[in-house]
């Protein structure tokens, strides 16, 4: 890469911020000039809203990558410290600071949480992480909440009511299509949306994938990327039963977490969200991996052709 080039070859929005290594090298001389001596690289990830870069063996920053971004991340380093105590490793801040990227942006450095990609392979037994997951956000669930920002249009609108959402989702499932089973989920869609959340908002972390789950000697061990946390329907969070659980784990996720048919259908139609509004915009190379991802997803909602 030739100083001042992009570090993305293909432009995955079109809002995207003109991030370089040179830059964050020279942020991190000028910010942090204690860690400047250290090895830097980009590291790849399916994320939409970050760039991250390895400091050293110990260290990695996340500056947004896109405006929108730069709110959520603001978010995340001022909540992150006080959500301490969970039962799986959280991302420790250990500066945070801002860039000028053509707007004046976040960025923060975090102690880098060793583990793998808690993808199946990485898992020795998916039972035994399904309930680990569950068994965290029960924890999470009971964190006070007073002064977190509500969930809306600062975390993509996660953990909202799920009517705010027919509009946008009726419209991805009908640019799917092509892949999906269309009347079948806007049958699901339409049924979950009926269903409330009985009882006061509560935390949610809002996206929970297999790239923000980290997994250490076969268990999983640690949650990452906070920018979609806030106080809302934790029904979000259940979304992971389809998205991340292995189906043969599915009940003991649920059983864990005591859920109620409502709850079950309300995290169904997350998933189901979730996939067809970035499968419907990502496909056709602009991210990939994550495409395959939600077509996974909608696989174990039976749902893609």
């Known amino acids: 890469m030739t100083p001042g080039e992009s570090l993305y070859s293909s432009v995955m929005h079109i809002d995207d911020l ?28 399916t994320g939409t809203d970050n ?3 390895r400091i050293g063996d110990g260290l990695v920053l996340r500056v947004p990558r896109r405006p929108s971004a730069a709110v959520a991340l603001e978010k995340e380093l001022d909540w ?16 945070r600071g801002r860039v000028n990227l053509g707007i004046d942006c976040p960025f923060g450095i975090f102690d880098w949480m060793d583990g793998d990609i808690a ?20 924890a999470l669930r009971a964190k006070p909440t007073e002064g ?13 009511a799920l009517e705010e959402m027919s509009v946008a989702t009726l419209i991805s499932i009908d640019a799917v299509a092509d892949e999906i089973d269309a009347p079948a989920a806007v049958a699901l869609w ?17 996206d929970l994938k ?23 329907d934790p029904a ?25 048919d409502g709850d079950w259908l309300r995290g169904k139609a997350w998933a189901l969200y979730g996939a067809v509004i970035a499968l419907s915009y990502y496909r056709g190379g602009k991210n990939e991996p994550l495409c395959q991802q939600c077509r996974l997803t909608l696989t174990r909602l039976g749902l893609l052709r």
């Open 190 to 206: 339409t049924s979950a949306v009926s269903e409330k959340h009985a009882g006061p908002p509560v935390w949610l972390h809002g």
């Open 148 to 160: 977190v920002p509500a969930a809306g249009p600062q975390n993509s609108q996660r953990g909202v």
């Open 18 to 45: 003109p991030i370089t290594e040179p830059l964050i090298r020279d942020l991190i001389a000028n910010e942090t000039p204690q860690w400047a001596h250290l090895p830097l690289h980009h590291v790849n990830s």
């Open 80 to 95: 992150l410290p006080r959500l301490s105590g969970l039962p799986l490793a959280i991302p420790t801040l250990r500066h």
């Open 210 to 232: 297999a790239d923000n789950l980290i997994a250490s000697h076969g268990k999983l061990s640690g949650v990452i990327d906070w920018g979609l946390s806030a106080v809302g």
């Open 51 to 53: 760039a991250l870069f």
């Open 236 to 260: 979000a969070d259940y979304a992971s039963a389809w998205s991340w659980v292995d189906p043969t784990a599915r009940e003991p996720f649920r059983q864990t977490l005591n859920l109620s």
């Open 119 to 138: 993808s199946p392979e990485n898992l020795s037994d998916p039972t035994t992480a399904a309930v680990a997951l569950a068994e965290f956000l029960k």
